[in-house]
T-cell receptor, first 116, second 109 residues
Framework: EAGVVQSPRYKIIEKKQPVAFWCNPI?????LYWYLQNLGQGPELLIR????????DSQLPKDRFSAERLKGVDSTLKIQPAELGDSAVYLC??????????????FGPGTRLTVL | GQNIDQPTEMTATEGAIVQINCTYQ??????LFWYQQHAGEAPTFLSY??LDGLEEKGRFSSFLSRSKGYSYLLLKELQMKDSASYLC??????????WGAGTKLIIKP
């Protein structure tokens, strides 16, 4: 079974440019998460989806960040315009939220963003 | 506020035992996870505790005391490949995972 797929793996852009990340969760997982992780830190939640509904986007900087999960499967995270401080690894994770499930999150390989 | 504390870095010797501690203060508790993260890679699941006590899985064990807001991850017979960051995370009352900053474990020959 395929794991969480993310693309691109690496992205280098200049500040003020837009950038988009894509994530395809594990088949059947209805919960999808986008995290930001800085070096030496734990992941920080940006947004959590239950199917196509964003149930927690309180940490998403909405002035420049947006996300969508239109059909409740794959998702896109966008930054426009990017700032120097956005350089980080962007992780996507998914989990199954059925009754009795562990809620274990499975992570994709991440996208390492460098803003110059 | 919600807070998870774990040591920033630990060093241990190959073949030895190491215990990584985690203390937490969260809004509610629905379980505690330990994840392993090698440099440049995504976190991978190690263990889950929701009841007090010790959960053993091969060379790794995880302990939880809910009354003390405390957990530890015990790694036995350390191997060089165990060099990684170990992240403690708590599932709060909203089923949101609150993450610690991770403990970087350095294994020396």
């Amino acid at each position: 079974e395929a794991g969480v797929v993310q693309s691109p793996r690496y992205k280098i852009i200049e500040k003020k440019q837009p950038v988009a990340f894509w994530c395809n969760p594990i088949s059947g997982h209805n919960t999808l998460y986008w995290y930001l992780q800085n070096l030496g830190q734990g992941p920080e939640l940006l947004i959590r989806y239950e199917n196509e509904e964003a149930v927690d986007d309180s940490q998403l900087p909405k002035d420049r960040f947006s996300a969508e999960r239109l059909k409740g499967v794959d998702s896109t995270l966008k930054i426009q315009p990017a700032e120097l401080g956005d350089s980080a690894v962007y992780l996507c994770a998914s989990s199954s939220s059925g009754t009795g499930d562990l809620n274990e999150q499975f992570f994709g390989p991440g996208t390492r963003l460098t803003v110059l | 506020g919600q807070n998870i504390d774990q040591p920033t870095e630990m060093t241990a010797t190959e073949g030895a035992i190491v215990q990584i501690n985690c203390t937490y203060q969260t809004s509610g508790f629905n379980g505690l996870f330990w994840y392993q993260q090698h440099a440049g890679e995504a976190p991978t699941f190690l263990s889950y505790n929701v009841l007090d006590g010790l959960e053993e899985k091969g060379r790794f064990s995880s302990f939880l005391s809910r009354s003390k807001g405390y957990s530890y991850l015990l790694l036995k017979e350390l191997q060089m490949k165990d060099s990684a960051s170990y992240l403690c995370a708590v599932l709060d009352s909203n089923y949101q995972l609150i993450w610690g900053a991770g403990t970087k474990l350095i294994i020396k020959p």
